[in-house]
């Protein structure tokens, strides 16, 4: 059963008036429809992440005092440094690291005397 209903609107996206053959009608045409419906679920997004709370994890270290022997992401976290930077450094010969299987550690004794005249 068709319908003969014509309704002047007006489209929720665009602002356009259009002709609508139905009650429900909010859009002028598809391309109005699906950039509505992509700022709607965008701003969905939005309001998911603004929902979440931030989450950071801060710098143990009273975590690290009491170890002797660090792993390469402990001592990043320590010396202010990146991973390439240590990497270069053991390479060097400046920091001296030892491996165990496929782990490399650095002995915190080590590291100190880096920063003793």
Do not use: W
């Not at 996206?13 to 429809?33: L, N």
């Not at 660090?70 to 990146?82: H, K, R, V």
């Amino acid at each position: 059963m068709s319908s003969n209903i014509r309704i002047l609107r007006i489209c929720q996206h665009c602002g356009q008036e259009f002709t609508a053959k139905t009650t429900v009608t909010k859009y002028c045409g598809e391309i109005c429809a699906k950039k509505a419906y992509k700022i709607r679920k965008r701003k969905e997004k939005v309001r998911k992440v603004a929902s979440i709370p931030i989450q950071k994890s801060e710098f143990n270290q009273h975590k690290i005092q009491d170890k002797d022997f660090l792993s390469i992401a402990e001592t990043c976290e320590l010396l202010g440094a990146s991973r390439m930077t240590l990497y270069r450094q053991i390479k060097n010969g400046t920091i001296k690291a030892a491996k165990i299987g496929r782990r490399t550690i650095i002995k915190r004794t080590d590291i100190e005397k880096l920063f003793q005249p």
